[in-house]
């Protein structure tokens, strides 16, 4: 996703504020065994406070990485 945080303006805001709302997480625990049981993620699990942004920079990364 990095690429796509690159074209956002605001992307290292983005990013610090997607941290934080990682690190203040209930449920670390639950994403903790959702990541170390699965090998490649689709997507955020719904109970993922960045789900919402995850799924747009997926969004905006998915249309370059079909086209090579």
Known sequence: VRPAVRQIPDG??????????????????R??????????VAEAPEYCRNKDL????????EPSTQAA
């Open 31 to 40: 994403c903790t065994e959702f990541l170390d049981a699965t090998e490649h």
């Open 12 to 29: 290292p805001e983005l990013l610090r504020n997607a941290a934080h709302r990682c690190l203040t997480c209930s449920s670390a625990d």
């Open 54 to 61: 995850l799924d747009r920079l997926r969004q905006m990364v």
